[in-house]
């Protein structure tokens, strides 16, 4: 069966695209690497960054590619952050699923396996949760993930769409080999946390709220390993193609630990003892969940056999002790430029003579006038080549495909702290968006153009270095720099591309470009 997975990059997505290429499957992946990581996904597995808003771009590739089903992953997953900032959470997961949804729809795709969420079901009256439970999501997380399934039964009763909504517990580990595992900037997950501070890159682990009415007063959850979620979402799909009625599952080990518990379990399988702090209780978070899970076990015969708690923590710490960065994508300032001794800048080859260009650039810069105008940007799967994209004045004749954008420069004079140990003037560009929400592959007029205001200040560019097919680009957010090629990912930003004129940031399935 041909197979798209969107947020393939990510956690969960990356774990199901291995399962499903054992079974034989061909995959292809979708993301905007707003959030994931394209290390994640095997080279030889076609891969598009594509945003699910873009409606007219899925569907070109649900039908290119002969899709026959779609694992959908591509989701804002982080509570606290839901009900901090609920729009984005609005937008990507709801309004972005719609969107999906109505490609799916276009190409007559048969089946579509949702990855949805306990949260669902809020704080419920007794334990273990089963799918005929009341329905009352007490974190905005929980409330799109059920919107979004009520949008599944009604395209399933209009259009006849054959769906499965996969509703998580705790998910957790890391693939046996080692190769692909968990890693979110911020991460906000438990047992990566612990984990963390386990390696010291933590000073401590925090415990948000000890006075639930559990046997300790830490939360308790059900942890799932996330090896034994991708084989779910493998028996479901089969479980749909053999006639399976539309459904909802549970997903869970139904088995409950506490905050408390799962510290002294990573203390216990690291070997290491760390420091542990004590917080008050966020915003969302249930006391207990549990999950009941005998229906998905009744009707596809799965089991979960990775979900011990020892065993997910050792993954866990397999993985991590092997990657201690991460995919090592979100500060390229790390691995790719690296200060040695006296200021030699290195990356694969000497960097010696290009600390004298970065310099004469810097002096460039400074002097460099303002540009102001509108500039159409081409939004494709070629974005990663910088050489291919049509950075400035693509005609409206070749519209599709065409999204326009105000570009107003704000000059500012701030120094690159950390680069070369010194102090470099620089004339920061950075763009403010004034155009769409969402991207679109419909041509759209500066007059059409719908207010947007993003939840985060745009990366100021210091430079850019070019050498042969190599482009790199100077970031700087957030007090941390770094040193960015097309196609790579750093603190949430996706370099969509960089040439000799400009710099293409994608974030939250929106495309910014700053001129250099």
């Given at each position: 069966?041909?197979?798209?997975?969107?947020?393939?990059?990510?956690?969960?997505?990356?774990?199901?695209?291995?399962?499903?290429?054992?079974?034989?499957?061909?995959?292809?992946?979708?993301?905007?690497?707003?959030?994931?990581?394209?290390?994640?996904?095997?080279?030889?597995?076609?891969?598009?960054?594509?945003?699910?808003?873009?409606?007219?771009?899925?569907?070109?590739?649900l039908e290119d590619m002969n899709i026959d089903a779609v694992m959908h992953f591509a989701a804002h997953s982080q509570v606290g952050e839901s009900m901090e900032n609920p729009t984005i959470y609005y937008d990507n997961n709801v309004v972005g699923s719609y969107s999906l949804l109505e490609a799916?729809r276009q190409a007559k795709v048969k089946y579509f396996v949702f990855s949805s969420t306990a949260a669902v079901y809020g704080e419920p009256e007794q334990t273990p949760i089963t799918e005929d439970m009341p329905y009352q999501p007490t974190?905005?997380?929980?409330?799109?993930?059920?919107?979004?399934?009520?949008?599944?039964?009604?395209?399933?009763?209009?259009?006849?769409?054959?769906?499965?909504?996969?509703?998580?517990?705790?998910?957790?580990?890391?693939?046996?080999?080692?190769?692909?595992?968990?890693?979110?900037?911020?991460?906000?997950?438990?047992?990566?946390?612990?984990?963390?501070?386990?390696?010291?890159?933590?000073?401590?682990?925090?415990?948000?709220?000890?006075?639930?009415?559990?046997?300790?007063?830490?939360?308790?959850?059900?942890?799932?390993?996330?090896?034994?979620?991708?084989?779910?979402?493998?028996?479901?799909?089969?479980?749909?193609?053999?006639?399976?009625?539309?459904?909802?599952?549970?997903?869970?080990?139904?088995?409950?630990?506490?905050?408390?518990?799962?510290?002294?379990?990573?203390?216990?399988?690291?070997?290491?003892?760390?420091?542990?702090?004590?917080?008050?209780?966020?915003?969302?978070?249930?006391?207990?969940?549990?999950?009941?899970?005998?229906?998905?076990?009744?009707?596809?015969?799965?089991?979960?056999?990775?979900?011990?708690?020892?065993?997910?923590?050792?993954?866990?710490?397999?993985?991590?002790?092997?990657?201690?960065?991460?995919?090592?994508?979100?500060?390229?300032?790390?691995?790719?430029?690296?200060?040695?001794?006296?200021?030699?800048?290195?990356?694969?080859?000497?960097?010696?003579?290009?600390?004298?260009?970065?310099?004469?650039?810097?002096?460039?810069?400074?002097?460099?006038?303002?540009?102001?105008?509108?500039?159409?940007?081409?939004?494709?799967?070629?974005?990663?080549?910088?050489?291919?994209?049509?950075?400035?004045?693509?005609?409206?004749?070749?519209?599709?495909?065409?999204?326009?954008?105000?570009?107003?420069?704000?000059?500012?004079?701030?120094?690159?702290?950390?680069?070369?140990?010194?102090?470099?003037?620089?004339?920061?560009?950075?763009?403010?968006?004034?155009?769409?929400?969402?991207?679109?592959?419909?041509?759209?007029?500066?007059?059409?153009?719908?207010?947007?205001?993003?939840?985060?200040?745009?990366?100021?560019?210091?430079?850019?270095?070019?050498?042969?097919?190599?482009?790199?680009?100077?970031?700087?957010?957030?007090?941390?720099?770094?040193?960015?090629?097309?196609?790579?990912?750093?603190?949430?930003?996706?370099?969509?591309?960089?040439?000799?004129?400009?710099?293409?940031?994608?974030?939250?399935?929106?495309?910014?470009?700053?001129?250099?």
């Amino acid at each position: 069966m041909n197979v798209l997975v969107t947020g393939g990059a990510g956690y969960i997505g990356s774990h199901t695209v291995k399962a499903l290429l054992h079974e034989g499957h061909k995959v292809v992946v979708i993301d905007n690497l707003s959030r994931g990581h394209r290390a994640a996904v095997p080279e030889s597995v076609p891969f598009y960054v594509v945003d699910i808003h873009d409606i007219d771009g899925v569907r070109r590739i649900l039908e290119d590619m002969n899709i026959d089903a779609v694992m959908h992953f591509a989701a804002h997953s982080q509570v606290g952050e839901s009900m901090e900032n609920p729009t984005i959470y609005y937008d990507n997961n709801v309004v972005g699923s719609y969107s999906l949804l109505e490609a799916v729809r276009q190409a007559k795709v048969k089946y579509f396996v949702f990855s949805s969420t306990a949260a669902v079901y809020g704080e419920p009256e007794q334990t273990p949760i089963t799918e005929d439970m009341p329905y009352q999501p007490t974190n905005v997380y929980g409330q799109t993930k059920l919107m979004i399934e009520m949008m599944l039964a009604q395209f399933s009763r209009a259009y006849g769409l054959h769906y499965v909504a996969l509703r998580y517990f705790n998910a957790a580990g890391a693939d046996g080999s080692g190769a692909i595992g968990e890693d979110h900037t911020p991460e906000t997950h438990l047992i990566p946390l612990i984990l963390q501070t386990a390696l010291g890159q933590r000073k401590s682990i925090k415990i948000f709220g000890t006075d639930y009415p559990t046997a300790d007063g830490t939360c308790i959850r059900d942890y799932i390993h996330v090896t034994d979620l991708a084989d779910a979402h493998v028996r479901v799909l089969r479980y749909l193609s053999e006639g399976g009625e539309s459904q909802y599952f549970n997903l869970g080990s139904q088995n409950g630990f506490s905050v408390r518990d799962m510290i002294e379990a990573a203390k216990k399988v690291t070997g290491r003892d760390f420091n542990v702090e004590e917080a008050p209780r966020r915003a969302g978070d249930p006391a207990v969940l549990i999950a009941g899970s005998e229906k998905i076990r009744r009707l596809t015969g799965w089991q979960p056999t990775h979900s011990n708690v020892e065993q997910i923590i050792a993954d866990a710490w397999h993985w991590h002790q092997h990657h201690p960065q991460g995919y090592g994508d979100k500060n390229r300032g790390l691995s790719v430029l690296q200060r040695v001794g006296n200021g030699i800048v290195q990356r694969r080859k000497t960097w010696l003579p290009y600390v004298g260009i970065l310099v004469c650039l810097g002096a460039v810069w400074f002097w460099w006038e303002e540009p102001q105008g509108q500039v159409n940007m081409k939004r494709d799967a070629s974005q990663q080549q910088a050489e291919k994209h049509p950075v400035f004045d693509t005609p409206e004749t070749e519209a599709e495909g065409s999204l326009v954008y105000d570009v107003r420069s704000a000059i500012q004079y701030k120094p690159l702290p950390d680069l070369f140990g010194g102090s470099l003037p620089k004339k920061a560009v950075a763009a403010e968006p004034t155009g769409v929400s969402q991207v679109s592959l419909t041509v759209r007029s500066v007059t059409e153009k719908e207010s947007a205001s993003p939840q985060w200040t745009l990366p100021t560019v210091g430079g850019s270095i070019h050498q042969g097919e190599e482009h790199l680009v100077i970031l700087q957010w957030q007090g941390q720099s770094a040193a960015c090629a097309a196609g790579e990912s750093w603190q949430g930003w996706y370099v969509a591309y960089v040439n000799s004129q400009a710099v293409g940031l994608m974030r939250d399935g929106n495309l910014w470009e700053i001129r250099l």
